[in-house]
């Protein structure tokens, strides 16, 4: 797999690292996707919640940042296993656990 950031060090939220996150992600940003899905079931109108969804995008980027910064040889070896095993949890395991310790949810 290619380098999970780019040029400008800002990273690349392909579905692996996206998948690999996904607990850290609901951990940090749930409030920002309870309000954007409570906004969503309150008004079909997409318009409105527009904000809502610029601010789940901000605080996964802010995260990824975060976890890029401070666990990147983890993360990227996780995130490559997704990449590789198409998504699949079972076949990273390993990676998962060496991720989750040196990364873990707060």
């Excluded at 780019?6 to 690349?12: M, R, V």
């Excluded at 996904?22 to 318009?47: G, M, Q, W, Y």
Aim: include cysteine; aromatic fraction near 6%; charged fraction near 30%.
């Amino acid at each position: 797999m290619a380098s999970s950031v780019d040029a400008a060090e800002e990273p690349i939220p392909t579905s692996a690292v996206l998948m690999s996150a996904s607990k850290h992600i609901a951990t940090r940003c749930r409030a920002e996707n309870v309000s954007f899905l409570k906004c969503k079931k309150d008004d079909p109108n997409p318009e409105k919640c527009l904000e809502k969804g610029r601010q789940v995008t901000r605080c996964v980027f802010s995260l990824l940042k975060d976890l890029h910064q401070n666990c990147t040889k983890e993360m990227d070896a996780y995130a490559g296993c997704m990449y590789y095993n198409t998504d699949e949890f079972e076949l990273c395991r390993k990676e998962q656990q060496a991720f989750e310790k040196a990364c873990p949810l707060n």
